[in-house]
């Protein structure tokens, strides 16, 4: 069989493929294509290549290496445009979704230690909230937590847990490292992307829109932080 007839051979197997996949949702489909255009390319070169056309081969080998790396890169980009928000205290990793806005968190210590939120239920998750009533931050985080999770959870608590317990002090002054990790930035990142992930998280996170005051103060010091770098 000749390379041309092995070409639009491939072409329409190709095209059988994405009109099977007519039902597939079109961000996936679109992966699909993006993926499987290059891999059929690089399959046509490598039997271009045995069958003794390796002039032509190795070029179209190139050709689907190249796209193949652009589909990674694009990919990777994508993944990483959204990016997420860390915020971590002496008990509790959290972290937010910068897209979706999902909240999740890691117990650090305690009972709990290594679990995540989302594993735990709703008596877990009160007698963390117990475990936590001396650590100000920690019990601030969670809480913010709990208001996404459990609308009513307030009500529910014992009034009297943790009382007269006291207040750790705060973790002190905030690091680069912390900011860039709160507002989902890669270190170095200019003026203009520290005031744009600053405006999407305060979106999500501001107390006037249901969110926690608590990390909004830190989303602002994160911010003030990072700027204080570029004057």
Do not use: C
Request: aromatic fraction near 4%.
């Amino acid at each position: 069989m000749s390379p041309i007839a092995l070409f639009f051979g491939g072409i329409l197997m190709l095209v059988a493929v994405v009109l099977g996949l007519v039902r597939v949702p079109a961000t996936h489909l679109a992966r699909i294509l993006r993926y499987g255009v290059p891999v059929a390319l690089g399959g046509f070169g490598v039997v271009l290549t045995l069958i003794g056309r390796a002039g032509i081969g190795m070029p179209v080998i190139a050709v689907a290496t190249m796209l193949f790396g652009r589909a990674r890169a694009q990919a990777l980009a994508t993944r990483s445009a959204g990016g997420y928000s860390h915020v971590r205290s002496a008990a509790l990793e959290m972290e937010l979704d910068l897209d979706t806005g999902a909240m999740n968190g890691l117990v650090l210590a305690g009972s709990f230690e290594g679990r995540e939120l989302d594993a735990l239920d709703e008596a877990e998750l009160v007698r963390l909230h117990g475990e936590l009533a001396r650590d100000a931050e920690s019990l601030a985080l969670l809480e913010a937590y709990l208001d996404r999770r459990i609308a009513d959870w307030r009500s529910r608590l014992d009034p009297d847990e943790g009382a007269g317990l006291g207040a750790a002090p705060g973790a002190g002054a905030m690091t680069e490292q912390e900011a860039y990790e709160i507002l989902g930035l890669a270190a170095g990142a200019s003026e203009a992307e520290i005031r744009e992930a600053h405006r999407r998280l305060m979106k999500r996170m501001h107390p006037d829109t249901g969110g926690s005051t608590f990390l909004a103060g830190r989303i602002n010091e994160a911010k003030t932080v990072l700027l204080n770098r570029h004057n």
